[in-house]
């Protein structure tokens, strides 16, 4: 896939001055994909109230992926780039994520948002045992060979975040570049923060916690989700295959990697392969929220300090006065610059 220069407008934009030297020449698309968020993220689509899980004027399609009855959004012509949201296995979890962003990506990518699975209309697993980070990867990784998309621009946040990190690891081979958005997911391990963030929420996993939460890890959080928004989240939580992965859940369905003790060291393992063998080579974008209180900024530093010890093509944008979700909260300032 050819690469996206940074020419000298793009470089005095964020901050340098000139051309990049020779070593800065390979050609970071990560770069382009995180102007595009700065830029178009405040989009406001607006459509009628709906029941149906879609929003914003989105029209989903279905694919099957292994079995697997997968909802996604695709729009635009182009490169492909595939966009991963984050949240939970839950109904309300999902592509709608994306909504504000999807039209206006697709002015320059032929753009695929799929749910993941078990999350928003994508069903179940076949097996229970793929509930879990692992079988996350996997999906994603299958619906793009499905979809014979071929290599990627691959865009993830929050648990997305750590999804498509995570792919790009295992298969770098579809993988262009990489952009990760407030994922402490993918971060090294932080203990205890998201809960204290969200301290205030319903223990209860539903969709008035899950509602709160988002609002309550928003900087703007009014801007960032409206009525439509939560109207489909709460659709698409209610129903019955919603219902069959709460219940799968707290059976214990994913096993060790499903929990937080399994997952931190399955984590851990893939940080260390990172700092030995230096495994993660293609170019690489972080973008924060600088007032993310679920996943703090100073995660994201060390998510990049991690990356960028063996990996040269890795950068790091942090949006001001943002938090968990900056492509929904805010539109560029020039503060914004890379760190």
Not at 13 to 19: N, T
Not at 39 to 65: C, D, H, I, K
Not at 111 to 118: E, M, R, T, Y
Request: glycine share 10%; with cysteine.
């Amino acid at each position: 896939m050819p690469r996206m220069r940074i020419d000298r407008d793009t470089c005095a934009r964020l901050g340098g001055h000139g051309l990049p030297d020779a070593n800065e020449r390979v050609l970071f698309a990560g770069v382009a994909l995180a102007l595009l968020l700065l830029f178009f993220g405040t989009s406001q689509a607006r459509a009628e109230l709906t029941t149906n899980g879609e929003v914003a004027g989105l029209r989903a399609q279905f694919v099957n992926v292994n079995g697997v009855r997968t909802r996604y959004y695709e729009m635009g012509e182009g490169e492909p780039m595939v966009l991963v949201h984050g949240g939970g296995w839950s109904g309300h979890s999902s592509a709608n994520i994306w909504s504000k962003n999807i039209p206006l990506f697709a002015k320059r990518f032929h753009v695929f948002a799929p749910d993941k699975l078990g999350s928003g209309l994508t069903g179940n697993p076949l097996d229970d045992n793929d509930l879990n980070i692992q079988g996350e990867v996997d999906h994603i990784y299958d619906f793009i060979r499905v979809m014979k998309l071929g290599m990627v621009h691959l865009v993830g946040e929050s648990r997305g975040g750590g999804c498509v990190f995570f792919l790009a690891l295992q298969h770098p081979e579809v993988v262009g570049d990489l952009v990760i958005v407030d994922s402490d997911t993918a971060a090294p391990e932080s203990p205890g923060t998201p809960e204290q963030a969200l301290s205030n929420c319903p223990k209860e996993p539903d969709w008035e916690a899950w509602k709160c939460q988002l609002r309550s890890s928003s900087y703007l959080p009014d801007q960032a989700f409206d009525d439509e928004y939560f109207m489909a989240g709460k659709y698409m939580s209610l129903l019955p295959k919603s219902q069959e992965t709460a219940a799968k859940l707290k059976a214990g369905a994913g096993g060790e990697l499903a929990t937080t003790k399994g997952f931190n060291q399955w984590k851990a393992e893939w940080h260390e392969r990172i700092r030995k063998e230096g495994v993660l080579q293609m170019p690489v974008l972080l973008y924060w929220g600088s007032n993310d209180p679920a996943a703090p900024i100073a995660n994201g530093r060390a998510l990049h300090d991690l990356i960028a010890n063996e990996n040269p093509h890795v950068r790091m944008i942090v949006a001001d006065k943002a938090g968990h979700f900056p492509f929904r909260e805010r539109s560029a300032n020039p503060s914004d610059q890379p760190k």
